[in-house]
């Protein structure tokens, strides 16, 4: 039996990275048993609706990880390219370098889109409207902006998927060295 996990934090950081690695229907009782330490009646005792519980549970997790390391900087003091650089930062943390599956098509594909009804589409509302914001911040007018926050979303999300099937991470490190150069212009 595996060792208990000492939080219900440690417990949905755990499950939040199986959801990641094999997706909503991938993400089977038994491996979300092994990786949280929880046994099944553990389980749905912390989460009573079972997996869709722990679906949510994933998605809160990540949504403060989201908000703390790339929202929180793009919104924060300084010049728009040094919070386009830090929130850069963040974006390299929370996909593990380029390692990690994009959450976006995670989200919005088979019963994850059930169970997590409209995470994938407020994971890339609330990035783009800051994108966009550093944007004009940086003096690009509002459908400009709009524009260079989209591009700069194609850019990231594009480049995981790239770097995940040629196991090469790459792509995905110069996808956030561009970021600044898209969102500001180097200004």
């Not at 519980?53 to 997790?61: E, K, Q």
Request: charged fraction near 20%.
């Amino acid at each position: 039996m595996p060792a208990t996990k000492s939080s219900r934090e440690d417990a949905v950081a755990a499950i939040t990275a199986v959801f990641r690695e094999f997706g909503y229907d991938g993400a089977s009782l038994s491996r979300l048993s092994e990786a949280s330490g929880l046994g099944r009646s553990s389980l749905y005792h912390h989460f009573p609706n079972g997996k869709e519980d722990m679906a949510a549970a994933a998605v809160a997790h990540l949504a403060g990880l989201a908000t703390d390391g790339i929202l929180a900087p793009l919104d924060g003091e300084g010049d728009a390219t040094a919070r386009v650089k830090a929130a850069a930062a963040g974006i390299s943390k929370f996909y593990d370098g380029g390692r990690a599956n994009c959450l976006a098509n995670l989200l919005s594909i088979g019963e994850a889109a059930t169970a997590a009804p409209g995470a994938a589409k407020s994971l890339i509302s609330a990035l783009e409207n800051a994108f966009e914001q550093v944007a004009v911040d940086a003096g690009f007018a509002q459908k400009e902006a709009r524009i260079r926050a989209e591009q700069a979303i194609v850019e990231i999300e594009g480049a995981l998927v790239v770097s995940r099937a040629a196991g090469n991470n790459a792509p995905f490190q110069r996808a956030l060295g561009r970021l600044p150069e898209i969102l500001t212009g180097g200004k």
